[in-house]
């Protein structure tokens, strides 16, 4: 580029001193090396704004990593804690199971309106003692004017306890005759074995069944 511009300068002076033929006067004095800086300050110009007009390259932000995500605590599997006590204990650690019949056995001769106790032994089976306040309600059947027992105190997880209720033969029915009964929690949520009481009114027997046993 520099060298075109100095060959194109150079001609440029031949001319001149041609058109001027012999008269000395109108031929000016050039300088060569003038003419050489002028092309070097020339071509240095174009470059710049060749330099000004390229693009101008955009540098990218640097990317950084983002925080961890922490996965969600996993719980232990005890009971949970709301508010600094703990959570209370659900029926499913509640069990009972029927032992045996302490009174009245099943098919048991009754008189019309003849009143009698029922007594049963059963075991807590679960991993939680039954408090006191607990209920021994009637589930179905005939409650034979049975009131729900409540207990008095604890009962212990493995250990036994008798429970008994008052209770008065019908006036108005004869044969077999049975009432359900079942313990549940103070806030009356039943749990393990359907226990019953089967008396026989008029001289008829029926078929000892089994209680019935829940998971």
Do not use: H
């Not at 058109?19 to 174009?46: K, R």
């Amino acid at each position: 580029m520099q060298q075109k511009l100095i060959t194109s300068l150079m001609i440029g002076v031949v001319l001149l001193t041609a058109c001027g033929g012999g008269n000395a006067d109108l031929t000016p004095t050039i300088d060569p090396n003038l003419i050489q800086t002028q092309a070097v300050e020339t071509f240095a110009a174009n470059l710049t704004q060749t330099a000004l007009a390229a693009p101008t390259k955009t540098l990218l932000p640097t990317l950084t990593a983002s925080a961890t995500f922490q996965p969600f605590a996993t719980t232990s599997g005890t009971q949970p804690v709301l508010g600094g006590a703990t959570v209370p204990a659900t029926t499913s650690c509640y069990q009972m199971r029927f032992v045996s019949d302490v009174t009245i056995p099943d098919n048991t001769p009754m008189a019309p309106g003849q009143t009698f106790t029922k007594t049963w032994k059963v075991k807590n089976t679960g991993s939680c003692a039954w408090d006191a306040g607990f209920k021994f309600a009637f589930t179905g059947g005939d409650a034979m004017s049975g009131a729900t027992y409540t207990l008095p105190s604890a009962v212990a997880a493995n250990a036994e306890a008798t429970l008994s209720v008052a209770m008065t033969a019908p006036t108005n029915k004869t044969g077999a005759i049975r009432g359900n009964w079942r313990m549940s929690t103070a806030a009356g949520q039943f749990f393990g074995d359907e226990i019953y009481v089967l008396i026989v009114i008029g001289g008829a027997t029926a078929t000892k069944t089994p209680a019935t046993s829940y998971p």
